[in-house]
């Protein structure tokens, strides 16, 4: 993934997002997804949703394909400019499956999910949990093989179902799609063979997943919750 200009949606080197360390090392030297699974942590603010976001904008943008809800990107436009102003180089022909999974959009797209499905026994996805709608979305991948992008999926999960996500992550690479997920969760960054992506003060960090801070920060919570809670 690069940098492009567009004569249609001028480039502001003075745009917010640029003040992102993770961000401006986007711009200045692009990024490469190496591995099926990439995780990206950080702290609130780092710019990991900014930054999947703007990979979810910039892949639906090359589409020729009818754009619908499966690559919404939050339906009444993007939170900012940025994906118009990125290239996304990979497979040819581009796979059109795939999609982009966050809280914002997530009931649109199993709305749209369900308008497509016989009725049958099973309950509609957005007749199910938050959670047990999510995992059976992904087992079922209405939208098939391709780019698969979450943003914090932990937010609608166990513990239990945080590990049933990894295998479902598993079974789509294994499958041929890549994936590129956002998470806070130690669990989440886990996943087998996946490049971590650490968005610090100083741009992008490759450390081990033992190495991360939320890692070292659940350990010592779950360890001594006490010394945490003492000082609220």
């Not at 957005?126 to 979450?150: K, T």
């Not at 741009?203 to 890692?215: A, F, K, M, R, S």
């Given at each position: 993934?690069?940098?492009?200009?567009?004569?249609?949606?001028?480039?502001?080197?003075?745009?917010?997002?640029?003040?992102?360390?993770?961000?401006?090392?986007?711009?200045?030297?692009?990024?490469?997804?190496?591995?099926?699974?990439?995780?990206?942590?950080?702290?609130?603010?780092?710019?990991?949703?900014?930054?999947?976001?703007?990979?979810?904008?910039?892949?639906?943008?090359?589409?020729?394909?009818?754009?619908?809800?499966?690559?919404?990107?939050?339906?009444?436009?993007e939170d900012?400019?940025?994906?118009?102003?990125?290239?996304?180089?990979?497979?040819?022909?581009?796979?059109?499956?795939?999609?982009?999974?966050?809280?914002?959009?997530?009931?649109?797209?199993?709305?749209?999910a369900d308008?497509?499905?016989?009725?049958?026994?099973?309950?509609a996805f957005?007749?199910?949990?938050?959670?047990?709608?999510?995992?059976?979305?992904?087992?079922?991948?209405?939208?098939?093989?391709?780019?698969?992008?979450?943003?914090?999926?932990?937010?609608?999960?166990?513990?239990?179902?945080?590990?049933?996500?990894?295998?479902?992550?598993?079974?789509?690479?294994?499958?041929?799609?890549?994936?590129?997920?956002?998470?806070?969760?130690?669990?989440?960054?886990?996943?087998?063979?996946?490049?971590?992506?650490?968005?610090?003060?100083?741009?992008?960090?490759?450390?081990?997943?033992?190495?991360?801070?939320?890692?070292?920060?659940?350990?010592?919570?779950?360890?001594?919750?006490?010394?945490?809670?003492?000082?609220?």
């Amino acid at each position: 993934m690069r940098p492009r200009e567009s004569l249609a949606h001028p480039f502001d080197p003075n745009a917010w997002y640029f003040d992102l360390p993770a961000i401006a090392e986007l711009r200045d030297e692009g990024l490469s997804f190496a591995a099926p699974v990439t995780v990206i942590v950080g702290e609130n603010g780092a710019g990991k949703s900014t930054l999947v976001e703007a990979i979810a904008s910039s892949w639906e943008g090359g589409l020729t394909a009818a754009k619908d809800a499966m690559w919404s990107t939050g339906g009444s436009g993007e939170d900012t400019d940025l994906g118009w102003h990125l290239w996304c180089g990979g497979m040819r022909p581009r796979p059109h499956g795939g999609c982009f999974l966050r809280a914002e959009s997530m009931h649109q797209m199993f709305a749209a999910a369900d308008g497509g499905r016989a009725r049958d026994d099973d309950q509609a996805f957005n007749e199910l949990s938050h959670g047990q709608s999510f995992l059976r979305y992904i087992a079922e991948r209405p939208i098939g093989v391709g780019l698969w992008i979450m943003d914090e999926p932990e937010a609608a999960l166990s513990f239990q179902s945080c590990l049933a996500l990894i295998g479902a992550i598993n079974d789509l690479v294994a499958e041929g799609s890549q994936v590129v997920m956002a998470t806070h969760s130690p669990v989440l960054a886990a996943c087998p063979g996946a490049d971590i992506w650490e968005l610090t003060d100083d741009g992008i960090e490759t450390p081990d997943w033992g190495d991360l801070d939320i890692v070292r920060n659940w350990r010592r919570f779950l360890d001594s919750p006490e010394m945490f809670l003492r000082h609220l």
